[in-house]
């Protein structure tokens, strides 16, 4: 079956720092480019990070650039979103997801495999 599940969320104090881990199953991660978004209640799901497929050039969304790392573990088959220096406003669910577009895709409607989520809180 052709999956990937989230997990590493959690409650975290401002300033701290927390690992998402993205376990995929059934698929090639080198084979695709990878992304994480989040979103918030009411809000629309945001681009955060993408690794994209073959050379595994990075890109990050100006509001977590600096902060976060987006970083795959091939043997593993899984991707990671490395978060630092957390702020209330990172609060949100947390989705990595796949993409078989080449380049750095930021749109949610490139991604055809999307993981099932990870609550992540910031507490001020």
């Known amino acids: 079956q052709v999956q990937l599940v989230d997990s590493g969320g959690g409650l975290v104090q401002a300033g701290g720092s927390l690992r998402l881990s993205c376990a995929a199953s059934g698929l090639t991660i080198s084979a695709y480019g990878m992304g994480w978004f989040r979103q918030a209640p009411g809000q629309e799901r945001e681009f955060l990070a993408v690794?994209?497929?073959?050379?595994?050039?990075?890109y990050y969304a100006d509001s977590v650039r600096g902060r976060f790392t987006i970083s795959r573990d091939n043997a593993k088959t899984t991707v990671y979103l490395h978060m630092n220096s957390l702020k209330p406003e990172d609060t949100a669910v947390y989705y990595c997801?796949?993409?078989?577009?080449?380049?750095?895709?930021?749109?949610?409607?490139?991604?055809?495999?999307w993981g099932q989520g990870t609550q992540v809180t910031v507490s001020s």
């Open positions: 997801a796949a993409t078989i577009g080449w380049g750095l895709k930021q749109s949610p409607v490139a991604y055809v495999l």
């Open positions: 690794l994209s497929r073959g050379s595994g050039r990075t």
